[in-house]
């Protein structure tokens, strides 16, 4: 190599290459990023500028220190082009990418005043500002590109700041949304002027580049974000391939866009994408993917703003460093009247869109105005685009040196002024208007949920103190550390009410304390009821999003779910209708009618029956993730510890049952009856989605036990995730065969026996009102329902029965040759009747009993000795006990306890006999149908006097050993999104 040839390694001078240069500079400034983001946590301040401070100690020191000398002036020379493709396209899309779709659709109509006219006025006055009153000799070229850079806000910094300050979601919105559409317009206002000071172009070229940008990146931003929705739909459960996507889509489509010959707006285009991920792209990923996947661009995005600032540092350095040095004292005045003048200039052109900001969107006050005017905060696009502007080699003239050395020189002195003063001067106006302050209501449920931890923890130090391996614990100190109150004053403290309190009594007990507390506040009714609706909304969006996680919902449905919610969190004021708005959302009549028609159409009807198939599986996998969200809502509310007046509590439960009930009537009357196949559809592909994600999680916990190797684990992995690509891919549903049926439901049968009982039944069609059998009429045998919905009753029964049913069961059984029940069809039924004479194939002697064992017990519950046992305590019984058929001389162990459903174990027990548990085993004396007690219900019965008792028992401890492992299930799936997350 020669002397004079740089490398990767180094050349023969002892330099180091130019790459080696590069990648030594982007790790050093990860170091001092980790740094910077420690010392924060000292002295108080926001990292932005300590990393520039440690951007101008590198470059004034590192210059001297061996190999780094190179490193950091390598800086100087740096392609400005590079800053903007390596940087522009990671914090342009993380921050569209986290920005709440609903909430900045709904405040569009603010948002785009705020990133676009906002902007431009506030350019144009800071450009008359520069030449007219801190009289620069600039031409207005020169003058509007100072304005546009010095008036980009920043959206990693704003972000951060209203992350601190905690005020009303929806105006943390309208500033987030009004940063990143911010920041696309000023990089389309900065081509667009940059390009006019280097080719000298008039005002209508610049008008017409404009538009092109503008245009033409919010098109390509559409193109490549459909393209890449429909290959990362097609990815499952592949965390690498996914998260590179994005990554690969959002740099390319800049590129693309920016680039080459296209020349549109790169911002733009990936502003467009982000919002697109944000909207509808984060239920394309998979759900295992997309907690990581938002970690990693926050990571991305974090890091590329911190080595924008170390670079503006070290620029800011070398310019103080400078022997032609084309800064003065004017300059360093200058900036700091800029900065107030900044201020001034925001605040006009805010104020002059005020009658917009005001009646689109959510309004805003005037003192949110105020707020919005000081939340300018500048920093990585400006000084990505002052640098960029810095190395531009293409602009000259006599003032270009002075003119660069000014606009990065304001440029980093503004951002820092701004991020430093004026986020204590954000702080300081949230709290002097009250902006962050806990409502009374709030605060009054706080006090509830705070009384609830306090005595959680306090049965905990009980506990504890009963503990031996606690002997030795010196409990005032532990008391005086984590104790009930030390966590009351400090949740005291930061509330508005509970201040005022602790002032006046410091040394009162905790439960003292609480009661003053409670009694602080007189709250109306309408309060409280709008503040418990909200909490049932927010708790509702919550468990939506599980639901798609855990693959209980569609994708597409938990957003037109969730959208219902924000919907009904806009009008919470309001009773109750969320499934009356969703309804209208989801099925229009006349189009479902219109779609069934051209569905019949030959050639052409596949592509309408596909499009109505689709409509429909939406609408009732929404209605049926409605109904199981809006339940487990009601119970997660009724043990929320939260002090709300009872009855305004049951009020509100009562508004959201009443949509249970509706949705429930909805899927009833449309699409039980007309598209059973989609029941049917949805109900398999969601069970084959749970079980899939059952053993997935099984196999995680089992390879992170040590339990399989990694090969192993490979490989079952695999085999689940073909399973779910198999699954997402799957083809429009069909109505299952009447085989099908009959094997779900006659499972012991094999597949002779089936073919066997085809032969023997009978399909019918009958009308609404036609009746199936009759109560006390002659019996033939019982109905299986293939489509429609019937009605079964008598005094001992009524139900509605619908797909998949058996209606008259009992009907089967041997002893029943007179009908028991009635039953009539409500909509039109498509039915297969069974004959009695199936029993004469033992083969179907078990299901058929299993299917029939409620109703048998039911119609004889004198004859069991049942009598006084609650039917929904012999439902859980029934449902967890085994039934099975004995022939003559097999052995039957009688340890658990049995009902004889038919045959004769003995003379002592033949049929309807209640067999108490012995421990004994007999030879039954004739083929016998018997239903053996669940596990441990024998204890139960020695435990207690009478049967109906035993029957309340094993209900009440069966129930909650179910929420036992409900509640185990949760805590395990919880451990493995923490394990995640870490």
């Known amino acids: 190599m020669s002397s004079s040839g740089r490398s990767l390694s180094g050349s023969s001078e002892g330099t180091i290459g130019v790459a080696a240069e590069v990648v030594l500079f982007v790790f050093i400034s990860l170091l001092l990023t980790i740094a910077c983001y420690e010392l924060k946590k000292v002295v108080k301040l926001p990292p932005s500028p300590l990393l520039l401070v440690m951007g101008i100690l590198l470059r004034d020191v590192g210059q001297y220190i061996g190999d780094l000398g190179p490193t950091v002036k390598l800086l100087d020379n740096l392609d400005p082009h590079l800053i903007l493709l390596a940087i522009m396209p990671a914090l342009i899309f993380e921050a569209a990418l986290s920005t709440d779709w609903y909430t900045f659709k709904r405040e569009l109509g603010q ?100 538009l092109r940008l503008a245009l033409g990146g919010f098109g390509m931003g559409i193109l490549f974000s459909l393209t890449m929705g429909y290959i990362i739909e097609r990815i499952v459960n592949d965390a690498m391939q996914e998260t590179n996507l994005t990554l690969v889509t959002a740099y390319l489509l800049f590129f693309v866009a920016d680039g080459t010959s296209l020349h549109v707006s790169g911002a733009l285009a990936v502003v467009t994408y982000g919002l697109y991920m944000s909207a509808y792209g984060k239920t394309l990923i998979s759900p295992t993917v997309e907690k990581g996947l938002h970690g990693f661009w926050n990571i991305v995005a974090t890091n ?147 009384t609830a931890i306090l005595q959680h923890t306090q049965k905990k130090i009980d506990h504890l103190r009963a503990d031996k391996d606690f002997n030795l614990v010196k409990w005032d100190e532990v008391l005086k550390l ?93 009773t109750m209708s969320d499934w009356d708005s969703l309804e209208k959302d989801l099925y229009n009549q006349r189009e479902m009618r219109f779609y069934n028609k051209l569905s019949k159409i030959p050639l052409l009807g596949r592509f309408f029956k596909k499009h109505l198939y689709s409509k429909i599986i939406t609408t009732y996998d929404a209605a049926s993730t409605f109904i199981k969200a809006h339940e487990e809502t009601e119970e997660l509310m009724d043990q929320m510890e939260i002090d709300v007046d009872e009855v305004i509590f049951h009020e509100v439960m009562k508004e959201a049952h009443q949509q249970i009930e509706k949705c429930k009537d909805f899927v009833r009357d449309h699409i039980t009856d007309s598209y059973p196949e989609v029941i049917a559809e949805v109900q398999s592909k969601m069970a084959s989605h ?156 078990e299901d058929c009993y299993k299917e029939a064992s409620e109703e048998l017990l039911l119609l004889n519950l004198t004859k069991f000795g049942l009598d006084g046992v609650k039917e929904d305590h012999i439902f859980r019984v029934v449902k967890n006990s085994t039934i099975k058929y004995f022939q003559i001389n097999s052995s039957i162990d009688l340890k658990r306890g049995l009902l004889v459903l038919w045959g004769r174990i003995s003379k002592q027990y033949d049929t309807y006999s209640f067999v108490r548990p012995v421990k004994k085993v007999i030879d039954c004396v004739d083929k016998v149908v018997v239903l053996f007690f669940p596990q441990h219900f024998d204890e139960i019965l020695r435990s207690h006097k009478t049967i109906p008792d035993a029957f309340a028992s094993y209900y009440l401890r069966s129930m909650a050993k179910s929420m036992k492992i409900d509640n185990y299930a949760k805590h395990d799936e919880d451990e493995d999104k923490t394990g995640k997350d870490h």
Request: a negative charge.
């Open 111 to 210: 948002i785009i005043p705020m990133a676009t006219t906002v902007v431009m006025l506030s350019a144009f006055l800071t450009a008359v500002v520069i030449k007219y009153i801190l009289d620069y000799d600039f031409s207005w070229e020169e003058a509007m590109l100072i304005g546009v850079i010095l008036n980009a806000t920043d959206h990693v910094a704003v972000v951060a700041q209203l992350k601190e300050i905690a005020a009303d979601k929806r105006f943390e919105t309208l500033i987030e949304g009004e940063t990143l559409l911010n920041e696309a317009t000023v990089i389309v206002l900065f081509t667009v002027f940059s390009t006019s000071l280097e080719s000298h172009a008039g005002y209508e070229e610049g008008i017409i580049l404009f």
């Open 690 to 845: 749970t079980l899939l994600i059952a053993q997935r999680k099984l196999i995680n916990k089992i390879f992170h036990q040590g339990v399989i190797k990694e090969l192993e684990y490979e490989h079952l992995i695999e085999a689940i995730d073909k399973n779910m690509r198999k699954l997402a891919l799957q083809k429009a549903p069909s109505v299952p065969s009447i085989k099908e049926i009959l094997k779900n439901r006659f499972r012991s049968a094999k597949e002779k026996d089936i073919e066997s009982l085809m032969t023997m039944i009978e399909e019918k069609q009958l009308q609404p009102d036609e009746i199936l059998f009759e109560e006390g009429k002659p019996s033939d045998g019982a109905y299986l329902i293939f489509n429609g919905r019937v009605k079964e009753y008598s005094n001992w029964i009524d139900q509605e029965l619908i797909i998949g049913n058996i209606v008259g069961v009992q009907h089967l059984l041997q002893e029943y040759t007179t009908n028991t029940s009635t039953a009539i069809a409500l909509t039109s039924v498509h039915a297969a009747h069974i004959p009695s004479s199936i029993l004469e194939n033992e083969a179907f002697i």
């Open 304 to 450: 590329m703003e911190s080595i924008v600032f170390i670079m503006g540092g070290m620029l800011l350095g070398s310019i103080f460093t400078k022997s032609n040095q084309d800064l003065d004292t004017k300059d360093i005045s200058m900036v700091f009247a800029l900065f107030v003048l900044l201020h001034f200039i925001r605040g006009f052109s805010i104020f002059v869109h005020y009658p917009i900001l005001k009646h689109f969107g959510y309004g805003i006050t005037a003192k949110e105005a105020i707020v919005m005017t000081i939340a300018g905060l500048k920093g990585v696009i400006s000084i990505a685009l002052a640098l960029i502007l810095y190395h531009d080699e293409n602009i000259t003239g006599e003032n270009a040196e002075k003119f660069k050395d000014v606009v990065i020189f304001f440029t980093l002195v503004i951002s820092a002024l701004t991020i430093v003063i004026d986020n204590f001067l954000i702080k300081f106006a949230v709290k002097k208007f009250g902006m962050e302050t806990l409502t009374d209501v709030q605060e009054n449920m706080l006090v509830g949920v705070t």
């Open 482 to 574: 984590a104790g009930p109150k030390r966590l009351l004053i400090q949740i005291m403290k930061n509330t508005k009410v509970g201040a005022k309190l602790l002032k006046k009594h410091p040394h009162d007990e905790p439960n003292d304390l609480l009661k003053r507390y409670s009694k602080k506040f007189n709250l109306t009714t309408s309060v409280l009821t709008v503040e418990t609706r909200r909490r049932f909304y927010t708790t509702l969006k919550g468990i939506y999003w599980h639901e798609f996680e855990s693959g209980q919902c569609l994708g597409y449905t938990s957003l037109i779910l969730i959208d219902s919610c924000n919907r009904a969190l806009d009008n919470e004021s309001q």
